[in-house]
Every structure is written in structure tokens, then in C-alpha cells.
């Protein structure tokens, strides 16, 4: 009986790891169609159980749902969502996490008229300094650029100058064109229109 139990137990487990496994991969996967296919990141978080998983899974789903909503201009994207992965994400270590939840809840909130436009920059400015202790080159380019908007808007030119600069070379490791583009019409670098790659990327 004792063996039984132990059996059945070990099944459970063995199932649970399983589960748990299908929906990171889920999430996995609509993760890198959210840049370019939004739409279809939508469809399949739509289909994942991460929402009703740990506490990470469900937060990655709030970022994640709410970032291909904002991708795919929809208008009906959820503070609360949002509210969840902040709550999670910006209390941990996990830098690229933390960077994607600070650019996507700028934009977002932008978006949305929350807040005001100091908390907006304010989220900007933590989202570059966390993205630029990691290795994401695409995120790093979007963010400096944004960033980059604002202080410019500003007549911080200096600050601006600084930003396009790193925009520049962020989209330039990532292998990018339009977002070179921006900056360089604003600060122009010599054979900025070097790339050939236009990225479908939703742009301010």
C-alpha cells in the first residue's frame, strides 16, 4: 500500500512538471511572436493556462498579454494586468524582466492617459538602466529611442543626444534599420542606412 502511495504520488508530480513545462514553452513562444505578430502572440495566450498558473507564469501572461495587445494596437489593453506583472517583475533581480516591464508599462499607461508624462519618463529611465545590464539589443534600441523622444521634447539636448546615441548602437548590434533611422535623422551618424532589414515594430 505504502508503494502505491508513493507510486501515485510520484505521477502527480510527474504530471504537474509536465504541465508546468507545456506552459512556459507557451509562453515561450508567443514571447517572440509578439514583435512581429502580435496577433498571433494574442491567439495563443489565449490559449495558455499561465494565467491560472504560479505566480511568476501568471505574471509573465499579464506582461506578456498586455505588450502584444499594445503591439497589435488594441484598445482594450488592462491596467490591472499590467498591475500584476509590476507587482511581480520590479520586486525581483530578473534585469530583462524588470526592462520589458518598465518599457511596456510607459507606453502602455502613456497610451491610456494613466498617470502623468514625469511617471511615464520615470519608467523609461529605470527600463534603459535595467536593459542595458542585459543582452536584449532590440528591447535596448527601443527604449534609448523612446527615451531619447521624451528628452528631446525637453530641449535636453544633450540627454537626447546621449540616448539616439545608444539607440543607434543597440539597433545596430540587434541588426536593425528603422530604428537607426530615427535617431540618425535627429543625430546623424555616417552609413546609417547601411542595414537592409525593416522590422515591423510599433513605433511612437
Not at 536593425?176 to 535623422?185: C, E, F, G, R
Request: proline residues 2%.
Amino acid at each position: 500500500m505504502k508503494n502505491i502511495s508513493a507510486l501515485f504520488v510520484v505521477v502527480l508530480f510527474a504530471l504537474a512538471s509536465c504541465g508546468r513545462g507545456r506552459t512556459d514553452a507557451l509562453l515561450d513562444k508567443a514571447e517572440t511572436l509578439l514583435i512581429y505578430n502580435p496577433d498571433s502572440a494574442l491567439v495563443l495566450l489565449s490559449q495558455s493556462d499561465a494565467r491560472h498558473g504560479n505566480a511568476e507564469q501568471r505574471a509573465s501572461w499579464c506582461l506578456l498579454n498586455v505588450w502584444a495587445g499594445y503591439n497589435a494596437y488594441r484598445n482594450d489593453l488592462s491596467l490591472a494586468q499590467l498591475d500584476t506583472a509590476s507587482e511581480y517583475f520590479l520586486g525581483r533581480h530578473n534585469h530583462l524582466r524588470k526592462a520589458q516591464t518598465y518599457y511596456v508599462r510607459a507606453v502602455v499607461r502613456e497610451e491610456l492617459h494613466d498617470g502623468d508624462n514625469l511617471e511615464w519618463v520615470d519608467d523609461l529611465m529605470r527600463g534603459c538602466a535595467e536593459v542595458d545590464k542585459t543582452d536584449s539589443y532590440f528591447l535596448a534600441a527601443q527604449l534609448w529611442q523612446r527615451y531619447g523622444v521624451e528628452m528631446s521634447n525637453r530641449r535636453w539636448h544633450e540627454s537626447a543626444a546621449e540616448a539616439f546615441s545608444k539607440s543607434y548602437d543597440a539597433a545596430e548590434k540587434a541588426g536593425l534599420l528603422t530604428q537607426k533611422v530615427i535617431a540618425s535623422s535627429i543625430f546623424p551618424t555616417p552609413n546609417c542606412f547601411s542595414a537592409i532589414s525593416i522590422p515591423a515594430i510599433r513605433l511612437p
